[in-house]
């Protein structure tokens, strides 16, 4: 034990006691957490395979102890509500020695400024429960105060005075929010009651083990962000959600502050198939059944709320969700989902055939919609003949558009987030035949590089790949492999940039996910953080703020490594025809209908997004509001007069269409259930009126084009010309 450390530990001892008075005071009925000898002893655990075992090579000493401080007070407290700016410094001690009490297994300035945090937390509910009648009868509308919408890096609150002020603020909000949605005052009491009493309950109920299991994962996110411990009910819950095998929603959950967050839509799965549940929203309430009371889920434990939305399936699940980018005060969307279970045969790929007319004549190409790598293992091990995978479906689906006679195939990737690295490897030989396709260098920095089968391309014709913010890992791998052998175009937005590997190392008493390996492109650099920058760049659906690896606190940094040795194909030279190709895109992006709507209401949900702060003026809030609608339906009749179609008198005809196009198939608020992943409703995260895209699905359309303006090109460069067809 150094001298400085020994001085430290005399002084958190007497903090912890300072600490601890104070709380059993004022809350005689809840004991202050303390560590278990076990969590000590897994601690000790976790850390040694941590610094023996992880990709990056660190030693505690090497952790930043202020880093480490930091990132745990934004893990309890966020928003910077509920701590003072004295609380902070009587923590101050522990801000450089966090690294030490890890190394001597010292639990205690974790465990102590969360039952800090705790006892501020319960003195703020109960004061909002037992007032809550004056609270409410005391609000007024019509000031011009407003809400800092992220309060991440504001100043911690000085005194009380102040904290009671800025949860004051919030609670206005919470009330405006269901003034807003047309909630009678004492339904928005009840609401309310529910919502605090429950909070109240939740916060006591919280354990030793919640607060180990979020010091920890502070630890291991100080490694890297997909590094994490899952004590033994998380640990069941990833097998669950790794497996696809429970009947729920098919969507991956985490938190955001108070809220449930959606991380991942499933493949296949049911949310998948609705289309209006999306990447970023926050769940605010979860319903059952098609109609009735919600229950309030706002600072709910992510077990708890999974427990109501997972269910038996053909039942029917209400979400109230909070729109990605959107601020607290934004209008709730309420989805309903009918449970189901994820089905293999639900994520197969399919195919489709866009035909285009150019003044050269009718041209065909095929698109492949493949959401996610697949494989049957236990049809392939039990030596099936007919097991389903990724690689064989598409093969399948390539022969048919081969024999359809297409000009050009482009793999549409968006929203696939991987999945198994052999069909990867595979489903690259289909395109690309025997060769390298990625480069994998371990913990003992040691490159291997994963081929593909020693076979000839099964499609040699021109290829294009598609993607978006959502495509990772296996699909940034199949991506990279293409754009640098020059075997096709990769078209879209900028991949999610995960180039790590993790592997499920057992524990008594949990499991930890840890990070043992990175991918490196045949070019040599990586995939990681930067993701794949395709080469004609389409109008991003998702926030690179929120979305994606760079969004992520301690993601591990881009590296490059030796080019691994390869041949390029020499199908196509980009640098040489790149800028005609972009401009030609950029030129339909102004001139297609469909195309227009998407860059307008993306420019608009880019704006909300900026917006730092909102009214607490309920008149200030509603004229927004209608302004905002007033700019959708703008966007829709300048599409629909392009289109020749009838214009709207308000968004409420829209939605009226879309509720009759769905053949008799009923949706909360007349929201669309098209459960195509490419209408634009929701992933511009903007309110409930929007155009259904799902048929035109303008991206796809829009790579179709793109894939042919470059086959014209190469003709062009070459000197072939195309028999004219009418």
Same mark, same amino acid.
């Given at each position: ?12 001892m #007497? *903090?912890?006691? $300072?600490? %601890?008075a104070p709380? /059993?005071l &004022? @809350?005689?009925e809840?004991?202050? !957490? ?11 655990r ?11 090579q ?5 952790l930043?102890s202020e ?9 309890i407290d ?28 010292d ?12 006892e501020r ?10 007032g809550?009648d004056g ?12 809400? #800092? *919408?992220?309060? $991440?890096? %504001?100043p911690?609150? /000085?005194? &009380? @005075?102040?904290?009671a002020?800025? !949860? ?7 009330v405006?929010g ?24 939740r916060?006591g ?7 180990f ?12 962000p ?6 033994p ?12 095998s429970?009947?729920g ?8 502050g ?10 296949g799965?049911?949310a ?5 549940l999306?990447?970023a929203?926050?769940i ?5 059944g098609?109609s009735?009371?919600s229950?309030d889920?706002v600072?709910?434990?992510n ?5 109501l ?9 209400r ?19 009918t449970r ?8 197969a790929a399919?195919?489709e055939v866009?035909?285009l ?10 698109v492949?919609h493949?959401?996610?790598?697949y ?8 030596g099936?003949?007919?097991?389903r ?8 689906l ?7 006679d ?7 990737l968006r929203?696939?987030g991987?999945g198994?690295?052999?069909e990867a490897q595979e489903?690259?030989?289909l395109f690309?035949?025997?060769g390298?396709?990625?480069?994998i260098r371990?913990?003992?920095q040691?490159v291997?590089v994963?081929?593909a089968?020693p ?8 290829m ?7 495509s ?8 990279a ?5 020059k ?10 940039g995960?180039?790590s590997?993790q592997?499920l190392?057992?524990?008594?008493d ?9 991918f490196?492109?045949?070019?040599g650099?990586?995939?990681q ?19 994606g ?9 881009w ?8 041949k ?9 025809m790149?800028?005609e ?24 949900s880019?704006?909300l ?6 009214s ?5 809030r509603?004229?927004?509001s209608?302004a ?21 008198a ?5 939605n ?8 008799g ?5 007349g ?6 992943d ?13 155009p259904?895209?799902a ?7 829009e790579?179709?084009q793109v ?5 014209q ?6 000197g072939v010309?195309r028999?004219?067809?009418?």
């Amino acid at each position: 034990m150094t001298s400085s450390y020994r001085a430290a530990l005399i002084a958190w001892m #007497l *903090l912890a006691l $300072s600490l %601890a008075a104070p709380l /059993a005071l &004022a @809350a005689d009925e809840l004991a202050a !957490l303390e560590p278990s000898p076990e969590q000590v002893l897994t601690a000790e655990r976790i850390m040694s395979k941590l610094t023996k075992s992880h990709y990056v090579q660190k030693r505690v000493e090497d952790l930043s102890s202020e880093a480490l401080f930091d990132a745990y007070l934004k893990a309890i407290d966020p928003s910077r509500l509920f701590l003072l700016a004295s609380d902070i410094e009587q923590f101050h001690p522990w801000r450089g020695g966090l690294d030490e009490a890890l190394l001597a297994g010292d639990l205690e300035p974790a465990f102590s400024m969360f039952n800090r945090l705790r006892e501020r937390r319960l003195a703020e509910l109960d004061a909002l429960v037992d007032g809550l009648d004056g609270r409410l009868d005391a609000l007024s509308f019509d000031g011009d105060e407003t809400l #800092l *919408l992220d309060r $991440s890096e %504001a100043p911690w609150p /000085a005194d &009380a @005075a102040e904290a009671a002020h800025l !949860l004051g603020l919030r609670f206005k909000n919470e009330v405006l929010g269901l003034r807003l949605a047309e909630r009678e005052p004492d339904k928005i009491r009840d609401v309310l009651e529910r919502r605090y009493t429950g909070q109240r309950r939740r916060l006591g109920q919280v354990d030793a083990g919640d607060v180990f299991r979020v010091w920890m994962n502070v630890v291991t996110h100080n490694f890297d962000p997909h590094t994490e411990f899952f004590p033994p009910r998380d640990a069941e819950n990833f097998d669950i959600r790794m497996s696809l095998s429970l009947e729920g929603i098919g969507a991956m959950l985490g938190s955001e502050g108070e809220y449930c967050k959606v991380e991942r839509i499933v493949p296949g799965g049911p949310a998948e198939q609705d289309g209006r549940l999306k990447a970023a929203d926050r769940i605010v309430a979860v319903g059952q059944g098609a109609s009735g009371d919600s229950v309030d889920v706002v600072g709910w434990r992510n077990d708890e709320i999974v427990e109501l939305i997972r269910g038996p399936k053909d039942t029917v699940v209400r979400l109230s969700v909070l729109p990605a980018g959107q601020g607290d005060g934004a209008a709730l969307r309420v989805i309903d989902i009918t449970r189901d279970e994820v089905r293999l045969e639900e994520q197969a790929a399919t195919s489709e055939v866009i035909e285009l007319v150019r003044d050269d004549g009718p041209w065909r190409v095929g698109v492949i919609h493949l959401p996610t790598f697949y494989i049957d293992f236990e049809a392939a091990r039990a030596g099936d003949p007919e097991y389903r995978s990724a690689t064989r479906d598409v093969a399948a689906l390539v022969r048919e558009l081969a024999d359809d006679d297409v000009d050009g195939i482009v793999m549409d990737l968006r929203g696939n987030g991987g999945g198994s690295l052999f069909e990867a490897q595979e489903l690259t030989g289909l395109f690309l035949g025997k060769g390298p396709v990625v480069q994998i260098r371990g913990v003992d920095q040691r490159v291997d590089v994963a081929p593909a089968p020693p076979e000839s391309p099964l499609w040699s014709g021109p290829m294009g790949v598609l993607v978006d913010r959502l495509s990772a890992s296996a699909s940034e791998i199949f991506s990279a492999a293409v754009q640098d052998t020059k075997r096709g175009l990769v078209l879209g937005s900028r991949t999610f940039g995960k180039g790590s590997v993790q592997a499920l190392v057992p524990f008594e008493d949990g499991q930890l996910k840890l990070t043992q390996a990175m991918f490196y492109r045949l070019s040599g650099g990586s995939t990681q953080h930067m993701g794949v920058l395709p080469d004609v760049l389409f109008p991003s659906l998702y926030n690179e703020d929120e979305i994606g690896e760079s969004a992520l606190d301690g993601a591990l940094p881009w590296e490059s490594i030796p080019p691994a040795k390869f041949k390029p194909k020499k199908t196509h030279d980009f640098a040489a025809m790149g800028h005609e190709l972009t401009e030609r895109h950029q030129q339909r992006l102004q001139e297609e209908p469909e195309l227009v709507a998407v860059v307008e209401r993306l420019e608009l949900s880019q704006e909300l997004r900026a917006r730092e702060s909102i009214s607490l003026n309920e008149h200030a809030r509603k004229l927004d509001s209608d302004a905002t609608d007033a700019r959708l339906l703008a966007i829709e009749n300048r599409r629909r007069a392009a289109l020749e179609l009838e214009p709207l008198a308000s968004l409420d005809e829209l939605n009226a269409d879309e509720t009759a196009d769905e053949a008799g198939v009923e949706t909360a608020e007349g929201a669309s259930a098209s459960g195509d992943d490419s209408s634009t409703e929701d992933a511009l995260q903007l309110p409930d009126h929007a155009p259904d895209l799902a048929e035109a699905d303008p991206f796809a359309r829009e790579a179709a084009q793109v894939l042919v303006d470059f086959i014209q090109l190469r003709n062009k460069v070459r000197g072939v010309q195309r028999p004219v067809m009418r």
